[in-house]
């Protein structure tokens, strides 16, 4: 008789394939509004622990992609992400997870599982800050994350994200995890950790990563063509100086981009370039080092 629609809705679900908790609520607000069920590792009692040896984010993120979606038979979404601070050469980067001083037996976290290498956050924050004493300020630094999307007969699609500030020696803020309460965004005077979801899934780097996996993740599961609500209007998500402005509309608005474009030619004191590039069934309009309010 062939598939029903039911049927066919249940092959609609995305593997969050992450252990890491705080990562987990991030992932889920910034996925609520597509139309797929979001699973968790343990929501079917998958308890997967990858070695994250690679040589990059994307190897990382690639990675822990493919063994969730070998062990579960579910479309996976990845990531690895990292804390980049110019004083330290661009450390920890790939290491920020293992990053501190020699490790002690594992201990548990509370808002990522195992803290890797016996280490807490808190631990981490500190080393970091230690580091970085005596050299000179501000203490620029970027986050940097990789999102992998690991689907059955399809190559791995990989997708960043970075988000752009400094290091302060004091910690604020009681969202967030890892290194959070310690970068700061300078034009918002508020630390990731001060931010709520909203905000945070405006600005961070794993939210970039994810409107930049959203195109994918449509033609994957067959919804380019559907109304997939914030995510096939026209939506607006902007990011401090030195990141882009991201702009998703469907296909076909043209007016609405023209207007657009114009209002940018109408402000070129404020604007340093734009390019707009076709993705799918998406156009995505880039105002690199800008904030659209």
């Not at 997967?48 to 038979?73: C, I, M, P, Q, T």
């Not at 981490?124 to 230690?130: F, I, K, Q, S, T």
Request: charged content about 25%; some cysteine; hydrophobic content about 40%.
């Amino acid at each position: 008789m062939g598939n029903t629609k039911s049927e066919k809705q249940k092959v609609k679900k995305l593997l969050i394939a992450t252990n890491n908790k705080g990562k987990v609520i991030e992932l889920q607000d910034l996925l609520k509004d597509f139309d797929v069920e979001l699973i968790t590792p343990a929501d079917i009692n998958l308890n997967l622990d990858v070695e994250e040896d690679g040589r990059d984010y994307a190897e990382n993120a690639a990675k822990k992609a493919v063994a969730f979606a070998h062990a579960s038979g579910l479309i996976s979404l990845a990531d690895d992400s990292g804390l980049e601070v110019d004083a330290l050469d661009g450390a920890p980067g790939l290491f920020s997870a293992r990053y501190g001083p020699p490790p002690s037996p594992p201990v548990f976290g509370k808002n990522g599982g195992r803290a890797r290498g016996g280490l807490t956050d808190a631990d981490r924050r500190a080393d970091m800050l230690e580091n970085l004493q005596g050299k000179p300020q501000p203490w620029t630094a970027h986050f940097h994350a990789t999102i992998a999307i690991a689907a059955p007969g399809e190559d791995v699609q990989i997708v960043e994200g970075k988000c752009y500030g400094e290091i302060i020696p004091e910690e604020r803020g009681d969202n967030g995890f890892g290194y959070d309460p310690i970068f700061l965004f300078p034009e918002l005077n508020k630390t990731m950790a001060e931010l709520g979801m909203e905000e945070k899934n405006r600005l961070s780097h794993r939210a970039i990563a994810v409107m930049n996996a959203i195109p994918i993740l449509k033609r994957i599961f067959g919804l380019c063509n559907s109304c997939q609500r914030r995510f096939c209007r026209w939506n607006r998500i902007s990011f401090p100086v030195g990141n882009d402005a991201l702009f998703f509309l469907p296909r076909g608005r043209r007016k609405i981009v023209n207007k657009l474009l114009q209002q940018i030619r109408n402000h070129v004191g404020l604007f340093r370039h734009y390019q707009m590039t076709g993705i799918f069934h998406d156009v995505k309009l880039r105002v690199g080092n800008s904030i659209l309010q």
